[in-house]
Antibody
Framework: EVQLVESGGGLVQPGRSLKLSCAASGFTFSNYYMAWVRQAPKKGLEWVATISTSGSRTYYPDSVKGRFTISRDNAKSSLYLQMNSLKSEDTATYYC???????WGQGVMVTVSS | DVVMTQTPPSLSVAIGQSVSISCKSSQSLVYSDGKTYLHWLLQSPGQSPKLLIYQVSNLGSGVPDRFSGTGSQKDFTLKISRVEAEDLGVYYCVQATHFPWTFGGGTKLELK
C-alpha cells in the first residue's frame, strides 16, 4: 500500500525557517517525480515544488522560488521541503504527492505568525 | 502561467443526478510528447485530495466508472453519472503540462 506521511509542521515566526519531511512507502520511491502542494485555510490548491527522480532537476513557482528548496533522499525514501524567509502568506496545509498526483499524504499544517 | 478556469464554482445536486464540470485552460495542454497532462481531483470534506482522472480521460485506481473525463487542447469536462453521497466535496482540475503547474479554482458539489 502506497503511503506518504508528512511531518515537521508547526507555528513559526515570519522570516524564520522550517523543514518539512515526507516519508514514502509501498512503492519504489526513486522511480517517481515527487511534489509539494499547499492549501491555505479555506482556499484552493497551489503547487509549490516538483523534483525529478534523481533530484537533479527542481521546479518552483515564482511565489516560493529562492525561498523554498525541495530535495530527496532516495536511500531513505524521503522527500523534503526547506522553507526559508517564511511569510504569513505561506500559512497553509502542505501535502506531498507522487506524480501524477495519484497519491497524497495527509498534509501538515504550517502557520507563520508572530 | 497557464490559467485554469473551472465552472461552475458550485453545484447543488440530488442523489442519482448526473452533472458536468468544465475546465478551460488559457493555452493548449498538449505536451511535446503528445500527451495531455490534465487531471481531475476530488477533495472530500476534511480529506486530502484524491486523483479521479489522469491525462484527460484515464480513470484513477479504484475510481468508479461513474466518473469520466473528456476534452482536448484547452477544453475539458468531468462528468459524474448518477451522483452518490460519497461524491460530495470540491473538484479540481490541474494541468501538469507546463510549469508552473496550475489548478482550477474548484467546484463544490453539494446535496440539494
Amino acid at each position: 500500500e502506497v503511503q506518504l506521511v508528512e511531518s515537521g509542521g508547526g507555528l513559526v515566526q515570519p522570516g524564520r525557517s522550517l523543514k518539512l519531511s515526507c516519508a514514502a512507502s509501498g512503492f519504489t520511491f526513486s522511480n517517481y517525480y515527487m511534489a509539494w502542494v499547499r492549501q491555505a485555510p479555506k482556499k484552493g490548491l497551489e503547487w509549490v515544488a516538483t523534483i525529478s527522480t534523481s533530484g537533479s532537476r527542481t521546479y518552483y513557482p515564482d511565489s516560493v522560488k529562492g525561498r523554498f528548496t525541495i530535495s530527496r533522499d532516495n536511500a531513505k525514501s524521503s522527500l523534503y521541503l526547506q522553507m526559508n524567509s517564511l511569510k504569513s502568506e505561506d500559512t497553509a496545509t502542505y501535502y506531498c504527492a507522487r506524480r501524477p498526483l495519484d497519491y497524497w499524504g495527509q498534509g501538515v499544517m504550517v502557520t507563520v505568525s508572530s | 502561467d497557464v490559467v485554469m478556469t473551472q465552472t461552475p464554482p458550485s453545484l447543488s445536486v440530488a442523489i442519482g443526478q448526473s452533472v458536468s464540470i468544465s475546465c478551460k485552460s488559457s493555452q493548449s495542454l498538449v505536451y511535446s510528447d503528445g500527451k495531455t497532462y490534465l487531471h481531475w481531483l476530488l477533495q472530500s470534506p476534511g480529506q486530502s485530495p484524491k486523483l479521479l482522472i489522469y491525462q484527460v480521460s484515464n480513470l484513477g485506481s479504484g475510481v468508479p466508472d461513474r466518473f469520466s473525463g473528456t476534452g482536448s487542447q484547452k477544453d475539458f469536462t468531468l462528468k459524474i453519472s448518477r451522483v452518490e453521497a460519497e461524491d460530495l466535496g470540491v473538484y479540481y482540475c490541474v494541468q501538469a503540462t507546463h510549469f508552473p503547474w496550475t489548478f482550477g479554482g474548484g467546484t463544490k458539489l453539494e446535496l440539494k
